[in-house]
């Protein structure tokens, strides 16, 4: 009887610890097979994109009824919401190029005035004054990883750094896609991160490293960006049966 007891003591003792290490087992199996399947998607098509066209989306090109271009050409590996480690969710989407660094251009997705801080390198962003799905408020598309591995800029010489609120149109080009990840020679694979940032109320982008200070680039696309759409490749458009 007295051992009947002990067990039951023990059993609810430790019940609680082994939900919680049966919920955090299923969690990190669905984390890391979402990871693994994007990633191998990436690869099969970087192996040959050419045998896969329609992986891809086209620079300049739009879906219907949305506001932004496709800035650049290339295969969406990674979305909104993505989440490469534990804790850790994705600000924005990585388009990769089929090319090497510097060859594959890099368009503004929509009209605004372009930013370029002095110490950027691969980056520039640009404000939109009115937001096109919610014109009371001003939003900012943030373009990254425009230089090579060790910093050399492919940023057009239109922008130098220290630029300040340029304007620039729809499809004007705003550099290359490169592989820079902000260490010398530790390059990442060849892209184009794009986000959409938020403002802070004070005229001023907000911190696009905080995936709450960016939004969702779907509507603004016209495509299945986020990490809960399972739709592969991510090129059919909201509101098309095309």
């Known amino acids: 009887m007295k051992n009947k007891l002990f067990s039951q003591r023990l059993l609810h003792l430790f019940l609680p610890f082994l939900i919680l290490f049966l919920a955090g087992g299923i969690a990190s199996y669905y984390w890391f097979s979402s990871r693994m399947d994007r990633t191998r998607y990436l690869l099969t098509w ?133 592989n820079h990840s902000g260490k010398a020679a530790k390059p990442v694979g060849v892209h184009l991160h794009f986000s959409i940032v938020k403002d802070d109320g004070q005229g001023h982008f907000m911190n696009e490293l905080e995936m709450t200070n960016t939004l969702d680039p779907s509507p603004y696309l016209g495509l299945p960006l986020t990490s809960n759409h399972t739709l592969h490749p991510p090129t059919k458009c909201l509101n098309s049966d095309s």
Request: contains cysteine; hydrophobic residues 35%.
């Open 46 to 178: 970087l192996r040959n994109p050419f045998q896969h066209p329609g992986w891809a989306i086209t620079a300049l090109d739009s879906c219907p009824q949305a506001p932004f271009l496709f800035p650049s050409t290339g295969y969406i590996g990674y979305r909104w919401g993505d989440s490469f480690r534990p804790g850790h969710k994705h600000q924005g989407i990585d388009i990769f190029a089929a090319g090497k660094a510097g060859s594959t251009p890099v368009y503004a997705a929509y009209d605004g005035y372009l930013t370029r801080l002095p110490d950027w390198k691969a980056s520039v962003i640009i404000r939109i004054p009115e937001d096109p799905l919610h014109p009371d408020r001003q939003i900012w598309t943030y373009y990254t990883h425009l230089a090579d591995e060790n910093g050399k800029s492919f940023i057009s010489d239109q922008f130098p750094p220290g630029s300040q609120d340029l304007f620039v149109e729809q499809g004007d080009l705003l550099g290359y896609q490169g």
